[in-house]
C-alpha cells in the first residue's frame, strides 16, 4: 500500500531561485492529501501530475501568505471544473473569514460544499481518520498559531496464512478468533500459537509534518519513531539569530528533532533565500543526524 511523502514547494516567504512556496502531498493508499497551499499549489499539482479531484482533505498549518494564498485559486479552479465532492479544509482560526472575504469581494461562488475545521490550539489531538489511517495535529512554536501534523497508520487485522485454513479446515468463526489474535486449539486439544496461523503484521509506519516552527523538544514525544519527519530548516547556524527571531528553525534544530524523536529520516524544508548554498544546511544536519535529505520540488519519499 503506497504510503508517501511529495514536496511541490521548498522556499520560504517568496518563491525565489526556482524554489516554490510550500505545499505537500501525502498519499496512502488511494488517498490523496494536500498540506499547506501556497501561491503557485495549482501549477505545482499539474507539473508533478497530482490528480487535483482526488484531493478531498487540505491541512493548513497556519496562515501565513507562504502557506495558504494558494488555496483561494484552487478553489476557484475546482468550481470552474465542476466539482460536486465535498472538500475538507483543517486549518487555525481565522481561514473561514479569509474564504468567506475573497469570494463575496470577487464574486466567486463554488459548485461543492467546503467544510472548514477549526484545529484545536493545544495538545495531540485527532482530527482526521479513515479505516487504514489517522491525522493528528499538534501545536508548533510560530508567530501566529500553528499545527503541525502526524499521519499514522491503523493497526490491520493479522492476514491469516490460508495453508492453515487447508490444513486445519477451519470454520469462518475460528477464523475470525485467530485474526483478532487467538491460538489455534485443534479437535485433539493441541494449541498452535497465534503467531504460526497468521502472517507477521507489517509495521505501521508514520510521518509527521512540523512546518513552521522554532525549536520545539515538546513535540517529541508525538514524533517517536517516525518514518519520516519533513521539519522547518529555513536557516543554516550562521543564521541563528533570525531563526530565533522569527520562530524558525535552523537545520542543525531539525536534525536534533529527529534524533530526539529516533525517526528514521528527516526532510529539510522551507528554505529562506537568504542561504546561499542548500549543501552548508544539508552538511549541518547531517553532523547531528545523518538520514537527512533536502527538500525538492517533486521529491517523492515513500516510507
Ligand atoms: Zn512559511
Ligand atoms: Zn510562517
Request: charged content about 30%.
Given at each position: 500500500m503506497e504510503f508517501s511523502f511529495t514536496v511541490l514547494g521548498s522556499s520560504a516567504a517568496i518563491p525565489a531561485l526556482g524554489r516554490n512556496l510550500s505545499a505537500h502531498i501525502v498519499q496512502h493508499d488511494s488517498n490523496v492529501f494536500l498540506i499547506d497551499c501556497g501561491d503557485g499549489t495549482q501549477l505545482q499539482l499539474d507539473k508533478h501530475k497530482i490528480?487535483?479531484?482526488?484531493?478531498?482533505q487540505i491541512f493548513i498549518s497556519h496562515l501565513h501568505g507562504d502557506h495558504v494564498y494558494g488555496l483561494f485559486g484552487l478553489l476557484t479552479s475546482y468550481s470552474l471544473f465542476g466539482r460536486v465532492n465535498e472538500l475538507e479544509i483543517f486549518a487555525p482560526a481565522g481561514l473561514k473569514e479569509m474564504i468567506d472575504i475573497v469570494f463575496e469581494k470577487s464574486f466567486a461562488f463554488l459548485t461543492y460544499p467546503i467544510k472548514v475545521h477549526l484545529l484545536p490550539t493545544e495538545g495531540f489531538n485527532l482530527i482526521f481518520e479513515n479505516n487504514k489511517l489517522s491525522v493528528f495535529s499538534f501545536p508548533l512554536k510560530h508567530r501566529v498559531a500553528c499545527n503541525g501534523f502526524l499521519f499514522r497508520e491503523k493497526e490491520k487485522p493479522a492476514n491469516i496464512n490460508p495453508d492453515k485454513i487447508k490444513k486445519y479446515n477451519l470454520d469462518y468463526e475460528s477464523i475470525k478468533a485467530i485474526k483478532s489474535g487467538s491460538d489455534y486449539i485443534t479437535a485433539d486439544g493441541i494449541c498452535i500459537p497465534n503467531s504460526e496461523m497468521v502472517f507477521p503484521k507489517q509495521p505501521l509506519r508514520s510521518f509527521a509534518y512540523c512546518c513552521d516552527?522554532?525549536?520545539?523538544?515538546?513535540m517529541v514525544p508525538y514524533l517517536e519513531?517516525?518514518?519520516?519527519i519533513f521539519h522547518d530548516?529555513?536557516?543554516?547556524?550562521?543564521?541563528q539569530e533570525n531563526a530565533t527571531l522569527t520562530l524558525h528553525s535552523t537545520s542543525e534544530e531539525a536534525a536534533q528533532i529527529a534524533l530526539s524523536a529516533n525517526a528514521k529520516k528527516l526532510l529539510l524544508g522551507?528554505?529562506?533565500?537568504?542561504?546561499?548554498?542548500l549543501e552548508v544546511l544539508l552538511q549541518e544536519a547531517k553532523s547531528i543526524f545523518d538520514a537527512s535529505f533536502l527538500a525538492e520540488e517533486g521529491k517523492k519519499v515513500v516510507l
Open positions: 490528480k487535483k479531484q482526488k484531493i478531498n516552527t522554532a525549536y520545539n523538544l515538546e519513531n517516525c518514518d519520516l530548516a529555513t536557516f543554516d547556524k550562521s543564521n522551507h528554505f529562506s533565500s537568504r542561504n546561499k548554498s
